[in-house]
């Protein structure tokens, strides 16, 4: 079970290394009039962010995770309940970031820079949650 517990943390920090950085190029981004080279570089940096560093990490974070409630038997604790709630959370917070960088690909972003510095604050307050729920495992 340590070993399964090592590579989840190991897949933990890859995913919310991607998570708190790939935000932040999305407010640079923003910023990078369309088509220019900026903005191509973007492109290439966010693609290979999310494809080669959190795709793999954040499912290598739920095969662990599952396997780690499963031996363990959290299944029945509230503060793994209120944990994987957050992690759904966060989950869902990478999925439309990935619709982000498909809508930065097509040059069709909306949003400006200051909604993403906002958006980068998001992952922080998940993962805080997340942190404290299971060191302190409070209910």
Not at 30 to 39: F, I, L, V, Y
Not at 51 to 59: N, T
Not at 101 to 129: C, H, S, W
């Amino acid at each position: 079970m340590l070993w399964l517990k090592a590579f989840h943390v190991m897949a933990v920090i890859a995913w919310m290394a991607g998570m708190f950085y790939l935000p932040r190029l999305f407010v640079y981004h923003a910023d990078a009039k369309p088509g220019s080279e900026t903005s191509e570089t973007f492109k290439v940096m966010e693609q290979r962010l999310l494809h080669i560093i959190m795709r793999p990490a954040i499912i290598a974070v739920w095969l662990s995770g599952l396997g780690l409630a499963y031996l363990g038997g959290y299944w029945a604790d509230g503060w793994f309940h209120a944990k994987f709630a957050l992690v759904l959370a966060m989950s869902a917070l990478h999925g439309f970031m990935a619709g982000c960088v498909k809508r930065f690909a097509a040059d069709q972003n909306t949003r400006d820079g200051r909604f993403y510095r906002i958006l980068n604050e998001a992952p922080t307050v998940l993962m805080a949650a997340i942190v404290l729920l299971v060191i302190l495992k409070p209910f």
